[in-house]
């Protein structure tokens, strides 16, 4: 017998059933069509200048810096600004996102390279797919508007974040999700990001950039 | 095996342990550190112990109904375009992922931290193979250097310090400058990377763990800080997951209900800082992603403990909280413990594992406070458990015959209540004259298991049922009876012999 056949009999003779059985399988899949909601907490909650108050709050506490601009076409100075301050070149790669792809960069005299990171790449730019204020988090999806390398191979992470796109919970976003990916179907790689890269093992000290970014900058957009 | 377990010696290991000044420093991290960062993460959330039932609830769910959700996860796998492969033994997980290291022709496999990884002994089979593994968590990395086992579930090598570290360092990264300067942990920390660096980029395998496996949508979650997973499963062509069967969880919306607990419970940050989502290999257009995804589901016995009087182990999410609060653990570490889980939660799920009679010590290595059930966030009985297992050996006769004649004696009063009363009231003034000048004994006829290591508390004059029974008629009518002193979570002697 397969190994597979095994272990799913084994599983099913020490729940005593069979597997057939018509109202375990409804319950199962009532569960995973309906996903019931479980207790959300209420520090994400509130009104949009709330939530983003609280996402500011929470993703500084995790060493994340936050700056808020009132429109998207401010992003592309925001972004040199930054590099400018923490003395790094003038240079910044981001994917296809069309978003990133129509702000005034040419504006900035920053060079801009595009797709997936390369081991070099010093600073990239990504534009999330959304936020969670409950712990000051990212999330971002993978694809070619932002690859998943631009996430974790620089050693500064730049990330836009429009504030309608910031969720009180974790839940919320899933519903997002499966909104836009559809029902059950995720892209291939969802990434939450709470702060930059960080080690406690080298003698109990608590270190940022461990292999992922040492920094982690979001520009928030208000408008 | 990843090495032959020792567990069978633990009194010994815990021996070397207390005289080992490079660890009893380390450890203090663990007594100080994790402890209060937890109280501090849980008092910051007004849900925090709701959540805990609601996490225990999910699991409980979900290992009702394990097999279909299993076929469920597995059918949103191969959807996606991912690759389920089942296990039933180590021997099997390592032949699944050694055939597809070989298919691809693997010189090098880069990994992330797996605690599957270790109970299976993958690295020792891969290197066995002249197939490199290149472990990139930094504690793991430390320790690989060092040829020893994780001595913490999420922290592998919080047993070392500094020094050691910089000495591991400067002894294996002899192509670099022997003059260059460490002293400061950055320093450390900036030159692993740098080495680590290099080898993600040469990897042509990627091996990582899975926190949860999502049965609504076929995805595997890593749940890490420093972004080596990430780095891992991104940039190598194929990416293996090495998970179990009680990984699985319903629906996104459960596993954030559990997230919200784990980090917390485990180093005290609310979130980790990457909580990864895969599902499966990429996809057309995408730029970056492994071009295979493979996930090998270990049973390794665990099928065999749904049901029994240790299946609530299977809830089990590996936070470490039950290990941070356990006194035992704090004094000795984890290597004490002999084998790949250790503390308390190893100290039930090793028996299951590797068999009670190679860790029988395990189950005993408690000193009963209940510290790790009143932790752990998914609310696992582990010192009821741990009883369990001492009951086997006990009817097994994996127990000395002195000790299991003792517990026949004791018994056999124990069941007559009146003649146990009786004896006792007629013992303890006597024992308590006995022990007058000092309060405790430091030795007694018939007992040296006991007292070698510890002092045995002499009686306060009667019985604690006797004590009972007076202090509940003033209560009635006075004021209420002083409060009694908390109990204290120490390695003395505790009232395990008092009914």
Same mark, same amino acid.
């Given at each position: 017998?397969?190994?597979?056949?095994?272990?799913?009999?084994?599983?099913?003779?020490?729940?005593?059933?069979?597997?057939?059985?018509?109202?375990?399988? %409804?319950?199962?899949?009532?569960?995973?069509?309906? &996903?019931?909601?479980?207790?959300?907490?209420?520090?994400?909650?509130?009104?949009?200048?709330?939530?983003?108050?609280?996402?500011?709050?929470?993703?500084?506490?995790?060493?994340?810096?936050?700056?808020?601009?009132?429109?998207?076409?401010?992003?592309?100075?925001?972004?040199?600004?930054?590099?400018?301050?923490?003395?790094?070149?003038? %240079?910044?790669?981001?994917?296809?996102?069309?978003?990133?792809?129509?702000?005034?960069?040419?504006?900035?005299?920053?060079?801009?390279?595009?797709? %997936?990171?390369?081991?070099?790449?010093?600073?990239?730019?990504?534009?999330?797919?959304?936020?969670? #204020?409950?712990?000051?988090?990212?999330?971002?999806?993978?694809? #070619?508007?932002?690859?998943?390398?631009?996430?974790?191979?620089?050693? &500064?992470?730049?990330?836009?974040?429009?504030?309608?796109?910031?969720?009180?919970?974790?839940?919320?976003?899933?519903?997002?999700?499966?909104?836009?990916?559809?029902?059950?179907?995720?892209? %291939?790689?969802?990434?939450?990001?709470?702060?930059?890269?960080?080690?406690?093992?080298?003698?109990?000290?608590?270190?940022?950039?461990?292999?992922?970014?040492? &920094?982690?900058?979001?520009?928030?957009?208000?408008? | 095996?990843?090495?032959?377990?020792?567990?069978?010696?633990?009194?010994?290991?815990?021996?070397?342990?207390?005289?080992?000044?490079?660890?009893?420093?380390?450890?203090?991290?663990?007594?100080?550190?994790?402890?209060?960062?937890?109280?501090? *993460?849980?008092?910051?959330?007004?849900?925090?112990?709701?959540? !805990?039932?609601?996490?225990?609830?999910?699991?409980?769910?979900?290992?009702?109904? =394990?097999?279909?959700?299993? @076929?469920?996860?597995?059918?949103?796998?191969?959807?996606?375009?991912? /690759?389920?492969?089942?296990?039933?033994?180590?021997?099997?997980?390592?032949?699944?992922?050694?055939?597809? $290291?070989?298919?691809?022709?693997?010189?090098?496999?880069?990994?992330?931290?797996?605690?599957?990884?270790?109970?299976?002994?993958?690295?020792?089979?891969?290197?066995?193979?002249?197939?490199?593994?290149?472990?990139?968590?930094?504690?793991?990395?430390?320790?690989?250097? !060092?040829?020893?086992?994780?001595?913490?579930?999420?922290?592998?090598?919080?047993?070392?310090?500094?020094?050691?570290?910089?000495?591991?360092?400067?002894?294996?990264?002899?192509?670099?400058? +022997?003059?260059?300067? =460490?002293?400061?942990?950055?320093?450390?920390?900036?030159?692993?990377?740098? /080495?680590?660096?290099?080898?993600?980029?040469? *990897?042509?395998?990627?091996?990582?763990?899975?926190?949860?496996?999502?049965?609504?949508?076929?995805?595997?979650?890593?749940?890490?800080?420093?972004?080596?997973?990430?780095?891992?499963?991104?940039?190598?062509?194929?990416?293996?997951?090495?998970?179990?069967?009680?990984?699985?969880?319903?629906?996104?919306?459960?596993?954030?209900?559990? =997230? !919200?607990?784990?980090?917390?419970?485990?180093?005290?940050?609310?979130?980790?800082?990457?909580?990864?989502?895969?599902?499966?290999?990429?996809?057309?257009?995408?730029?970056?992603?492994?071009? @295979?995804?493979?996930?090998?589901?270990?049973?390794?016995?665990?099928?065999?403990?749904?049901?029994?009087?240790?299946?609530?182990?299977?809830?089990?999410?590996?936070?470490?909280?039950?290990?941070?609060? $356990?006194?035992?653990?704090?004094?000795?570490?984890?290597? *004490?413990?002999?084998?790949?889980?250790?503390?308390?939660?190893?100290?039930?799920?090793?028996?299951?594992?590797?068999?009670?009679?190679?860790?029988?010590?395990?189950?005993?290595?408690?000193?009963? $406070?209940? *510290?790790?059930?009143?932790?752990?966030?998914?609310?696992?009985?582990?010192?009821?458990?741990?009883?369990?297992?001492?009951?086997?050996?006990?009817?097994?006769?994996?127990?000395?015959?002195?000790?299991?004649?003792?517990?026949?004696?004791?018994?056999?009063?124990?069941?007559?209540?009146?003649?146990?009363?009786?004896?006792?009231?007629?013992?303890?003034?006597?024992?308590?004259?006995?022990?007058?000048?000092?309060?405790?004994?430091?030795?007694?006829?018939?007992?040296?298991?006991?007292?070698?290591?510890?002092?045995?508390?002499?009686?306060?004059?009667?019985?604690?049922?006797?004590?009972?029974?007076?202090?509940?008629?003033?209560?009635?009518?006075?004021?209420?009876?002083?409060? +009694?002193?908390?109990?204290?979570?120490?390695?003395?002697?505790?009232?395990?012999?008092?009914?």
């Amino acid at each position: 017998m397969s190994a597979r056949d095994d272990i799913f009999n084994e599983i099913r003779r020490a729940l005593h059933v069979k597997g057939t059985e018509a109202p375990r399988r %409804r319950i199962v899949q009532d569960r995973l069509t309906n &996903t019931p909601k479980g207790i959300v907490p209420a520090r994400g909650q509130g009104e949009l200048t709330e939530r983003v108050a609280t996402f500011r709050e929470e993703a500084e506490r995790v060493s994340a810096s936050v700056t808020e601009v009132t429109a998207a076409a401010d992003v592309p100075a925001e972004v040199a600004r930054y590099l400018r301050d923490r003395n790094l070149p003038a %240079r910044i790669r981001f994917g296809d996102d069309a978003y990133l792809a129509a702000l005034p960069f040419s504006t900035t005299g920053l060079d801009i390279d595009r797709g %997936r990171a390369a081991a070099n790449d010093q600073a990239c730019l990504s534009h999330a797919f959304g936020g969670v #204020a409950e712990t000051g988090t990212l999330v971002l999806t993978s694809g #070619a508007d932002n690859p998943t390398t631009l996430n974790f191979l620089p050693d &500064t992470h730049v990330v836009v974040l429009e504030a309608k796109d910031i969720a009180g919970d974790y839940e919320t976003v899933w519903d997002r999700v499966r909104n836009t990916y559809g029902q059950g179907l995720m892209p %291939r790689a969802v990434n939450f990001v709470t702060g930059p890269s960080r080690s406690a093992d080298i003698g109990h000290t608590l270190l940022l950039g461990a292999h992922g970014p040492r &920094t982690l900058h979001i520009v928030i957009v208000t408008e | 095996m990843t090495a032959s377990p020792t567990s069978a010696q633990f009194a010994r290991n815990a021996h070397q342990a207390f005289e080992d000044p490079q660890l009893q420093k380390a450890l203090h991290f663990v007594r100080e550190g994790f402890v209060n960062q937890r109280a501090a *993460a849980a008092a910051r959330l007004p849900e925090f112990e709701s959540l !805990r039932d609601s996490a225990r609830d999910i699991k409980e769910h979900t290992l009702a109904y =394990l097999d279909l959700y299993l @076929e469920a996860y597995e059918k949103k796998v191969t959807a996606a375009g991912g /690759i389920v492969h089942w296990a039933r033994t180590p021997e099997e997980a390592n032949k699944i992922v050694l055939d597809i $290291c070989q298919r691809h022709g693997a010189k090098t496999v880069t990994k992330g931290k797996s605690m599957i990884a270790e109970e299976i002994g993958l690295n020792d089979m891969l290197a066995a193979h002249s197939i490199a593994p290149v472990e990139t968590d930094l504690g793991e990395y430390i320790i690989q250097l !060092r040829h020893e086992m994780p001595s913490h579930i999420i922290a592998p090598a919080v047993h070392l310090t500094k020094d050691q570290i910089e000495a591991d360092f400067r002894r294996n990264h002899d192509q670099l400058p +022997p003059t260059r300067d =460490l002293g400061e942990p950055t320093a450390l920390l900036a030159e692993a990377r740098a /080495i680590l660096r290099e080898k993600f980029l040469a *990897a042509d395998i990627g091996i990582t763990g899975a926190n949860f496996l999502v049965a609504e949508t076929g995805t595997s979650i890593i749940v890490t800080n420093e972004g080596n997973g990430d780095l891992t499963q991104t940039l190598t062509p194929v990416h293996i997951v090495l998970a179990s069967i009680e990984k699985v969880v319903p629906t996104l919306d459960d596993v954030s209900q559990i =997230l !919200r607990v784990l980090a917390r419970s485990a180093t005290g940050q609310d979130l980790s800082v990457y909580t990864t989502f895969s599902t499966g290999p990429r996809r057309p257009g995408d730029p970056d992603g492994p071009q @295979e995804y493979h996930v090998v589901i270990l049973d390794n016995g665990r099928s065999s403990m749904l049901g029994t009087d240790f299946g609530d182990m299977l809830r089990c999410i590996r936070c470490g909280a039950c290990m941070n609060h $356990c006194p035992v653990y704090q004094a000795v570490g984890g290597h *004490a413990y002999g084998w790949v889980y250790p503390g308390p939660m190893g100290a039930v799920l090793t028996p299951s594992l590797i068999g009670i009679d190679k860790s029988a010590p395990l189950p005993n290595a408690s000193t009963f $406070c209940g *510290a790790c059930e009143s932790v752990c966030p998914v609310r696992i009985p582990l010192p009821k458990m741990m009883r369990h297992w001492r009951e086997r050996q006990n009817d097994r006769k994996l127990t000395s015959s002195s000790q299991r004649a003792g517990l026949a004696f004791w018994g056999y009063f124990a069941k007559r209540p009146g003649l146990y009363r009786l004896a006792t009231r007629i013992a303890m003034p006597l024992l308590a004259w006995f022990g007058r000048g000092e309060g405790r004994f430091e030795s007694l006829p018939l007992a040296h298991g006991w007292t070698d290591s510890r002092d045995f508390p002499a009686p306060q004059g009667t019985t604690f049922q006797a004590q009972w029974a007076n202090r509940r008629k003033p209560a009635i009518f006075g004021p209420p009876p002083a409060k +009694p002193p908390t109990p204290q979570a120490s390695t003395s002697a505790n009232s395990e012999v008092q009914p």
